[in-house]
């Protein structure tokens, strides 16, 4: 279906300003700055800002929908927010000439049991809501529920998604088409489909039907990742990864085609955080024994997320191949974590969001937590980035995310000097 003359032109617009940003030289010293740090031999800490709570970041009409069409609404609101995110809080962003059009692939009948929930709402224009997780995996009968993938690639929609990006974009910015990335949240994943309650309780009282639920997404996980590979349906060409830059010049691997990527041309990341108050050991024997595999045939891994990791980088760096970025939330004990990663791995700190959401917002207790994993990372020669993300409220003062911005870009750049 053609795009209305009115929304097309709206599109172009945005995407204009886009296109003269994308040409602007500091994007390629940006990808510099990134690939310096992913390579271990950073020129400064690294900063990035994601997963924000948009629906309170309106200003001055910047983020307001102008288009008609519901189909146009996605391109609109990520343009406006790429273009919004350049104007008041950019780091170390980078914005580059290119409109990704995701391939139609999925799993054809689903693979997965669905998520069956109760939510609690406070605020009912956020999407950060609270969940209760019913348990839909109490039996092994249960665990039919799981399945082998079988993955089906729409070329007809596919085509459709690329002949419409094509006809708002040609001439401004370069159409895309990617492939999936997969990444290995798998006891995220997990916990929706029982809840942490049940999951924790198994652990302990249930093991081996732990391990044989987990023996079956990992085996539904290889299939994907074989699937994926054979058809030449994965992705390619990554900016980030699961918030963080991930320009680097050691990917793609020797022989890449861009029509056919592997899984050792790029990057996937994975998590447990679920996992928070775990046992190290317990941690390695239903994830990271079974995960292992999958991270050994990617070219780079960041590990991690919200959990706190500083007691387990032992085991990570054990059990999970070619990683390279190892998160370090707002709850781990940064001496302990530095000391440990030291130089051989970027120290992926995750600043609390929590000091956005409070009552009164006190820009010096940012400047504080900063400056501390700056100095601790500083006297153990840690590669850093800070990323800031779960952002779920901002008391609808876009405001304290811009000055936090202002004051993170201003630090990293002190420490190089």
Request: charged share 25%.
């Amino acid at each position: 279906m053609a795009v209305n003359k009115k929304d097309r032109e709206i599109l172009r617009q945005l995407a204009q300003q886009v296109a003269e940003i994308a040409a602007l030289p500091v994007q390629q010293e940006t990808i510099s700055l990134w690939k310096a740090l992913n390579g271990l031999k950073p020129v400064r800490p690294m900063v990035m800002i994601d997963q924000i709570a948009w629906h309170e970041m309106e200003f001055d009409g910047e983020l307001a929908w102008q288009t008609e069409d519901s189909q146009c609404h996605g391109y609109e609101a990520w343009l406006r927010k790429l273009l919004y995110s350049w104007k008041h809080m950019r780091v170390d962003m980078v914005v580059e000439p290119v409109v990704e059009v995701g391939k139609a692939i999925y799993a054809k009948g689903g693979y997965e049991p669905g998520v069956q929930e109760q939510t609690a709402v406070l605020d009912p224009d956020n999407g950060v809501v609270g969940h209760y997780y019913l348990d839909q995996l109490k039996t092994e009968e249960d665990l039919k529920k799981i399945r082998l993938p079988e993955l089906v690639h729409d070329e007809k929609a596919t085509a459709e998604r690329a002949e419409k990006a094509h006809d708002i974009f040609d001439g401004i910015l370069e159409i895309r088409l990617q492939g999936m990335v997969p990444m290995y949240n798998l006891w995220d994943r997990l916990a929706t489909w029982r809840g942490p309650e049940s999951l924790l309780w198994d652990l302990v009282d249930r093991p081996e039907f732990i391990h044989q639920i987990m023996a079956r997404i990992i085996a539904a996980q290889t299939s994907l990742l074989d699937q994926l590979e054979k058809n030449g349906w994965l992705g390619h060409s990554q900016g980030t990864i699961h918030c963080t830059g991930a320009y680097t010049d050691e990917l793609p691997a020797p022989g890449f085609n861009p029509e056919h990527p592997r899984a050792k041309d790029l990057w996937t990341c994975g998590m447990a955080q679920l996992f928070s108050t775990v046992s190290p050991a317990m941690q390695q024997a239903f994830e990271l024994d079974y995960t292992e595999k999958l991270y050994a045939r990617y070219g780079l891994v960041y590990y991690g997320c919200c959990e706190p990791l500083d007691g387990k980088i032992d085991i990570i760096k054990k059990k999970v191949p070619h990683v390279r970025k190892i998160s370090m939330s707002p709850w781990v004990n940064l001496e302990r974590g530095a000391s440990q990663i030291g130089r051989d791995f970027v120290f992926s700190r995750k600043p609390s969001p929590a000091f956005l959401c409070v009552d009164n917002w006190n820009p010096k207790n940012v400047e504080q937590d900063l400056r501390e994993t700056l100095q601790t990372c500083a006297r153990h020669g840690c590669p850093l980035e800070f990323i800031l993300k779960d952002i779920s409220t901002v008391r609808y003062q876009p405001q304290r995310l811009w000055e936090w911005a202002d004051i993170a870009m201003r630090l990293v750049q002190e420490a190089n000097q």
